[in-house]
């Protein structure tokens, strides 16, 4: 089994920062793609930033120029560099991770438990 621990969520005042950590861990042979996604209560969960094995990244055009998603050194973690915070950004944030488990299967997509970010104004 394949287990995602978030970390760094909490509440803080608009136009401020956060940091979110991400580590993976368990039964990993390889992990291509890592990300964060959210979700607001009401709305459906969405992609926030994504990061490709090899470093090609993606944000939604919401956060671009506010947000940063970087992989760790030992690329089983991912962080995402939260600035300039807005109330619309209140959300779960969840790390997502496509893992494969060993040689022979293909990756699957993974699901930590999920951070509260809130956001005052």
């Known amino acids: 089994q394949v287990q995602l621990a978030e970390s760094g969520g909490g509440l803080v005042q608009a136009g401020g920062s956060l940091r979110l950590s991400c580590a993976a861990s368990g039964r990993i042979f390889s992990i291509n793609a890592m990300g964060w996604y959210r979700q607001a209560p009401g709305k459906q969960r969405e992609l926030v930033a994504a990061i490709t094995g090899g470093g090609t990244t993606n944000y939604a055009d919401s956060v671009k120029g506010r947000f940063t998603i970087s992989r760790g050194n030992a690329k089983n973690m991912v962080h995402l560099q939260m600035n300039s915070l807005k109330p619309e950004d209140t959300a779960v944030y969840y790390c997502?991770?496509?893992?494969?488990?060993?040689?022979?299967?293909?990756?699957?997509?993974?699901w930590g438990q999920g951070t509260q970010v809130t956001v005052s104004s």
């Open positions: 997502n991770a496509d893992v494969r488990e060993n040689y022979s299967r293909g990756p699957a997509p993974y």
